[in-house]
């Protein structure tokens, strides 16, 4: 990013500060009447030039004001924002929410998805906690048509993994269920690695299901969006950046398909549990989210079990009270995550 005299960075942090208000291009003569700036019109409509060279602003017409770029937002959320906490009163009131659903896992990911939509003003997203590391706890294989078997996967936490196997020849359902109990045996407990080990000893059938069995396990230790809870979608679809649908359809594609949710968050996200992320504009990666910004976090216990959440606004999202709800809200998840899978 170019660099900003301070007079230019008080420009430019109001001009932000302006348009995320009010979403209409921001003058030097609004500035100059709303701001006690100690120079003219003149002057900031000079500095403002300067801003619009320098890629930080955008004039959408000649007689218009301005408006922040990206690259004004990047520059804003990593040097000019306040970091503020939400106010106390709203801490508590979210906090006592949580102590309350604290015995039901799937009550917290509801809560979270409308708590952070509700606060943050935003649509929201929250993935069901993942373990890093899977292990093998029970195996199911189901005889379906001629020689294709349906494998459903236990893994240990819950996850169920299925996947469809062809077989060289057809076995009948009793042959596969011996097989199931025989690999179930040898392998319960087992991460992905330990389970592969078990293929040269194992006769021709089980060592076609245990070396799927290792391939389904290590993919389930990527990341996963399995289980997604979504709020305050109207949030979004109400601001005026996606008046028109084919604006709002490509930026919620990001919350509403698994896959390309599963495949952002792999790239996108930090392994670090606690840490914030601000995406905007996607980045010049992610064509779907030109128009938005997503503040994103980990939460869970670091090294064994973690889940994302974050939510996802235009970008003239108001980041201060954004990036406060979500780092707090990811807090008392990890908290109570620990409490359950600590030991």
């Not at 950046?241 to 996108?268: C, G, I, M, N, P």
């Not at 064509?287 to 996802?312: F, H, I, N, P, W």
Request: net charge negative; hydrophobic share 45%; charged share 20%.
């Amino acid at each position: 990013m170019e660099p900003l005299t301070e007079r230019q960075e008080t420009i430019l942090g109001l001009i932000v500060r302006e348009y995320i208000d009010t979403a209409t291009p921001v003058s030097s003569k609004a500035l100059v009447e709303k701001y006690n700036l100690g120079v003219s019109s003149a002057t900031v409509r000079n500095e403002m030039s300067v801003l619009t060279d320098k890629g930080y602003l955008r004039q959408p017409h000649t007689s218009a004001g301005r408006e922040p770029s990206e690259v004004a937002y990047r520059y804003f959320v990593q040097r000019l924002i306040v970091d503020t906490d939400l106010p106390m009163a709203e801490q508590r009131t979210i906090s006592h929410q949580f102590y309350q659903a604290r015995q039901d896992i799937d009550e917290w990911m509801r809560l979270a998805a409308s708590v952070l939509a509700q606060h943050a003003r935003g649509a929201s997203l929250v993935t069901a906690p993942h373990q890093l590391q899977a292990r093998f706890k029970h195996l199911e294989l189901i005889s379906t048509q001629g020689r294709l078997v349906l494998l459903v996967l236990v893994l240990s936490g819950g996850e169920i993994r299925q996947q469809m196997l062809t077989l060289a020849e057809p076995v009948p359902q009793e042959g596969l269920t011996e097989a199931a109990n025989h690999i179930h045996a040898l392998c319960k407990g087992l991460d992905s690695e330990g389970v592969a080990a078990q293929a040269p000893h194992l006769p021709m059938l089980e060592q076609e299901v245990v070396r799927l069995v290792a391939d389904v396990m290590r993919r389930a230790e990527a990341f996963s969006a399995t289980e997604v809870f979504r709020d305050g979608l109207t949030n979004v679809l109400a601001e005026p950046e996606f008046a028109t649908s084919e604006s709002a359809r490509q930026a919620l594609r990001v919350l509403e398909e698994r896959t390309y949710l599963e495949e952002f968050l792999a790239k996108v996200l930090a392994p670090t549990v606690g840490g914030i992320q601000v995406v905007i504009g996607g980045e010049n990666s992610w064509q779907e989210l030109k128009d938005c910004s997503m503040v994103l976090a980990r939460y869970g216990v670091a090294g064994y079990v973690t889940g994302a959440m974050g939510v996802l606004g235009p970008q003239r999202m108001a980041y201060g009270r954004v990036i406060s709800t979500v780092r707090l809200v990811a807090g008392l998840m990890s908290d109570m995550m620990y409490e359950i899978y600590a030991e």
